[in-house]
């Protein structure tokens, strides 16, 4: 039976990518240079998060990076089987103002957005202290405009809270299975929450098609952007530091990234692979009834299949996950550096967000806990334990106590 007659039976596959090559030799549109300016660009904005988001004391929005030996000796009791070399979680989900790893790309896009206006209208220079930003003098300009963006949900908040913050005029456009605590915290915040009946697909379509109608419109595209991506990228260069202080040598990397239309993991997996080259395996986590990403890459015909063609319905507990149809710029970045992908069925998620959480008090939402089956799979095939798991964790921090209960008595 082949990679997609087993999609299509919904069961758990593991898929490793054909077309995978030496970094070295991979052609990209996307230069180190891209993200370190982009590093750039959110250092020059830091003074301006200090003074607007005082919780976020340096004015640098990042999470730590744990080894976590408790929930490794959970799950492996829950598997029955071992997880080989060391177990590490990336905390994402608990990134300061949006809760989870959409703080990265979506909030770097909507500051590269507002920085160029700034700088056009000349009310802005690139050596000045960005906290002038935190003014009604700008507030007032940027309510001429507006930002639109399609959404599950935790792209929406990233987008949301910090263009309502900047003074922007915000509309989120949020799919069916868009969770309702996250709408509710989007209007709170400022925003204007458009709902759909339909499912991802449309509620970036119909936004993309109202923001087009509006000159004064922009459009966070997370099906094509190039800034979100770069956002995201930034993490893969930023986490050598942490990896250094927890002395792992120079043991091979296998990282693991809950994956929904692709720009998230996708960007963290090309800064992975910046940062440390063929010794880093990515590996991208989807749920069963949403395996978009994989679809496009085992077909090779990326965003031009979606998975209701192949009969499956898109319905799944992992909001952020459920994506029907992957990114084009994404498929084309990483379809010669990606490791592989693996499909997780819903329960599985809630039973590791549960011994996570047990095992380390760790919260996360059930999506961020896709990538914890990557660190069986692979160990599966290893012939040593000299290796290292990094789990990326992707949100949770945000979820309001009576969902985690809901969620955690699964």
Known sequence: ?????????????????????????????????????????????????????????????????????????????????????????????????????????GIYEVLKHAEELALREGILKE??????????????????????VGSTGNLGLSIGIMSAKLGFNVIVHMSNDAKQWKK??????????????????????QGRAESDKDPMSYFVDDE?????????????????????KLNIGDS????????????????????????????????????????????????????????????????????????GRPSSFVGQMMKETLSGCYTIEDERLFKYMKALYESEGIFIEPSAAAGFLGAFLTSEKLENDEVIHLVWSTGGSLVPEEVRKEMLNR
């Open 224 to 244: 094509n952007s190039k800034s979100l991506f770069l956002g995201y990228a930034v993490a893969g260069l930023r986490i050598v530091k942490q990896l250094d």
């Open 252 to 323: 091979p990397i296998y990282a693991y990234l809950p994956c929904g239309v692709g720009g998230g993991p996708g960007g963290v997996a090309f800064g992975l692979k910046l940062s440390y080259g063929d010794r880093v395996n990515c590996y991208f986590a989807e749920p069963t009834h949403s395996p978009a990403f994989l679809l496009g890459m085992a077909t090779g015909k990326n965003d031009k299949i979606s998975v209701k063609d192949i009969g499956l319905d898109n319905i799944t507990e992992a909001d952020g996950l459920a994506v």
């Open 127 to 148: 050596t000045d202290d960005y906290s002038i930003i935190n003014s009604d003098k700008f507030r007032k300009f940027f309510s001429q405009h507006k930002v639109q």
């Open 1 to 105: 039976m082949d990679i997609i007659d087993r999609l299509k039976t919904m069961e758990e596959v593991f898929w490793e990518n054909p077309n995978l090559k030496a970094f070295k030799d991979v052609e990209l549109p996307i230069s180190i240079e891209d993200v370190k300016e982009a590093e750039k660009r959110l250092e020059r904005f830091s003074s301006f998060i200090k003074s607007a988001f005082p919780e976020v004391k340096t004015g640098i929005i990042e999470s730590e990076t744990i080894e976590i030996s408790k929930a490794k000796k959970k799950l492996e009791e829950l598997e029955g089987k071992p997880i080989k070399g060391r177990l590490l979680i990336k905390r994402d989900d608990s990134l300061p103002i949006a809760g989870s790893i959409k703080a990265r790309g």
């Open 184 to 205: 509710d915290l989007l209007r709170e915040k400022g925003a204007r929450v458009v709902e759909y009946e339909s499912d991802y697909s449309v509620a970036v379509e």
